[in-house]
């Protein structure tokens, strides 16, 4: 028999094998390659440019139409926490805006704790990657037709600047309110905008010739969404009637009904063309993941979005003789939507026939003919439309969101060479599974099984509750950041060995209006606890569930919801891990409606009250990890440090990560790897104790 005799450094390298093979990925790893937002094209449809955030380094991105000739044309080096949005082309230049929203004290997100300013910054650059330089302080650029000047706000109020020189910025005109949602006339001779006053806001027009202001039509309502012809003559715009007293995170099936208006610029006359009839379709949701805009003009024709039939689709309205068409048919909602470069068809996301995905279609305005683009088990969103064809970001079960195009019926990948090559092989394919909730409504789940399951072996398991509650979880990698790195945890806790369920609770977007407005949900009596439950008791008749080693985790709504389990179903759920998430509704609604005193309004604060965790907090036993940023500018910080106060009291564990300076959406990829080892670690070392 011969025995081989290995060297040092063999032996070292089969010990790192098996132990790579052992324990192979990280959370770091499955969280490694970058995300891709702000996809946009130039004027003239030849060029591309996105933004990529790897690892907390943002940076932008430049391709040719065919997605060839990719190039890095920012340099910004590491995780500072640094976002860059409202990337937009300004002929050979690309301007983008770098640095953080301030909270309502007026202080700009840090959570690197820089010792420079973070404010938002607008800077343009060639497209060469050559001529970087400082416009000014501002956010929203938006370039003239020319692409000679772009407008921006900078203190709630609209400026120029010059992007051929660096002439000193301009402040057009002072008002009232904030302004924003500026858009150029064709001609580019005026600037639309609005002007939000609160309970209301109205369209205002600055004319460049006679450097002069005014608001068109003004009313009681809201006015949003300002929208030229292609002529510049018709500006067409949406009234939202105003609801008194109208909390958020509450069902709204119907209100006074919305309307699209004009107004001729040669006439100074407004009307009204259409209104929403009364009853389902009769409120307008402008919280939905549409567009920049509401409206698109298409020769004489408006294009909108409308829930007449209890699904957001899309409408064509004739301008001439008030005619409408339903564009879009089909149970599913329309999202992302594009006007081609000729304006004669629209390129949208939507769920029409998956209902658990998203693909791309393309309607034709004039006749309405409807092709769907992608299919498959993909998820595809965010089209824009370049000279030769149609570019997009897209996303599978097993591989995160990246930028495509889509070339003779097929996918092809933008830069396939920056996608990590030891990315994880090993995710699964989660399949949708019907949960009937506690009180017999079905709502449906994602379910992760291990890759090496085995259906005569008990799993330990875990329910993920996402945010919003404007949110859908779907069968692959999520188009949003935050779901897209809550998707990637979900794997790392199948690859480690659980059963995983992304529950879509009601009032979450995907299946319809009433799915949506669902009755009693929220701040008006908390009816989605019920789909949560369901899940539970689902999870424990499984077969290959441990029933006694359950638990939760989410984040925002989804630590809301992680909170109400472990208080209302203490039998099912053994942990929890609560991130940034509502505890007491009355606490939180200020944030997003600041004319509720819940002392003032005793009748809603009574329900909001029973609607919440803390009603239920004196049956809370399990333990749990709360997470949290500081400068959370969606949910207070001190919803962590009362339910804090709360357990303790009661002698329930509490353990806690908390992020200095750190917002709702972490702004810093250490801060997301953090939070979810010890998300992980949590949940593992609770689960095994029992």
């Known amino acids: ?7 040092a450094n063999c032996l070292f390298l089969v010990f790192c094998f098996f132990s790579v093979q052992l324990h192979p990925q990280t959370i770091e790893s499955y969280l490694s390659p970058a995300f891709p937002s702000e996809l946009t094209v130039s004027k003239d449809g030849k060029t591309l440019a996105w933004v990529f955030n790897d690892k907390g380094s943002r940076n932008v991105y430049v391709s040719n139409d065919k997605g060839e000739n990719v190039k890095q044309i920012t340099n910004y080096i590491g995780d500072d926490g640094m976002e860059i949005h409202d990337l937009v082309f300004a002929g050979d230049q690309i301007l983008f805006v770098r640095g953080n929203a301030p909270n309502n004290r ?19 650059i060639r497209q060469t990657g050559n001529g970087l330089r400082k416009i000014c302080n501002g956010a929203s650029p ?11 706000i900078s203190g709630g109020q609209i400026w120029t600047a010059s992007v051929t020189d660096s002439a000193r910025p301009v402040k057009l005109f002072s008002s009232r309110g904030g302004q924003g949602d500026i858009r150029w006339s064709p001609d580019g001779k005026t600037i639309a905008f609005v002007s939000n006053r609160g309970d209301h806001s109205f369209i205002g027009l600055y004319d460049f010739t006679n450097r002069s202001v005014h608001f068109i039509e003004t009313s009681v309502d809201q006015d949003i969404s300002p929208t030229w012809s292609d002529d510049g003559n018709l500006l067409a715009y949406i009234r939202i009637p105003n609801i008194h007293d109208q909390l958020p995170f509450v069902p709204v099936r119907e209100a006074n009904p919305w309307s699209i208006r004009y107004y001729d610029m040669k006439t100074g006359v407004a009307r009204e063309i259409w209104k929403a009839s009364a009853g389902r379709g009769s409120v307008f949701v402008d919280d939905l993941p549409v567009a920049e805009s509401f409206l698109w003009w298409s020769g004489k024709q408006i294009i909108f979005p409308y829930e007449k039939e209890g699904w957001l689709h899309l409408y064509a309205l004739n301008t001439d003789n008030g005619n409408v068409r339903l564009l879009t048919a089909g149970e599913g909602e329309v999202e992302n939507v594009e006007l081609s470069r000729d304006k004669q068809i629209l390129y949208y996301t939507t769920n029409i026939g998956d209902i658990n995905r998203r693909h791309l279609w393309q309607v034709n305005v004039s006749n309405g003919k409807t092709d769907q683009l992608t299919k498959g088990d993909g998820i595809e ?42 990315y994880p092989s090993t995710l699964v394919q989660p399949q949708a599974v019907s949960i009937t909730a506690k009180d017999g409504m079905k709502v449906t789940g994602d379910l992760f099984l291990p890759p090496n399951y085995k259906t005569n072996e008990k799993h330990p398991a875990l329910i993920f509750l996402h945010g919003g509650s404007r949110r859908q979880m779907l069968l692959g990698f999520h188009y949003s950041n935050y779901y897209s790195n809550a998707y990637a945890l979900n794997q790392y806790f199948a690859s480690r060995g659980y059963i995983v369920l992304a529950l879509n609770y009601r009032s979450g977007i995907g299946y319809g209006l009433n799915f949506r407005e669902a009755i009693n949900y929220g701040a008006a009596g908390a009816s989605e606890v019920n789909d949560l439950v369901g899940a539970g008791l689902y999870l424990q008749k499984r077969p290959d569930v441990d029933k006694n080693k359950i638990a939760l985790w989410g984040g925002s709504y989804g630590g809301y919801l992680t909170a109400h389990g472990l208080a209302q179903a203490p039998e099912i759920f053994a942990a929890g891990v609560d991130i940034h998430g509502v505890h007491n509704w009355n606490d939180e609604i200020p944030t997003f409606a600041a004319w509720y005193d819940y002392a003032k309004f005793p009748q809603m604060a009574k329900i909001a009250l029973q609607s919440s965790p803390v009603s239920y907090v004196k049956k809370w036993k399990a333990p749990v990890l709360l997470i949290h940023g500081d400068d959370d500018r969606n949910v207070p910080f001190s919803e962590s440090v009362n339910i804090a106060e709360t357990l303790r009291k009661q002698g329930v564990h509490v353990e806690q990560l908390i992020f200095p300076d ?27 104790k029992r």
């Open 142 to 152: 938006k370039v003239s037709p020319d692409e000679k000047t772009i407008a921006f």
């Open 662 to 688: 750190e917002v709702h959406s972490f702004l810093l990829y250490t801060n997301w790897v953090k939070a979810y080892n010890a998300t992980f670690d949590f949940i593992d070392r609770q689960l095994k």
């Open 106 to 124: 007026g202080e700009t997100a840090n959570p690197a704790l820089l010792q420079t300013s973070t404010e938002r910054v607008i800077y343009i």
């Open 1 to 7: 028999m011969r025995i081989l005799f290995l060297p």
């Open 381 to 422: 969103w965010s089209p824009v439309a370049t000279e030769n064809g149609l570019a997009f970001f897209h996303s599978s079960a097993t591989k995160p969101a990246w930028p495509g195009i889509l070339r003779n019926g097929s996918i092809e990948e933008i830069a396939p060479g920056l996608f990590p090559k030891d």
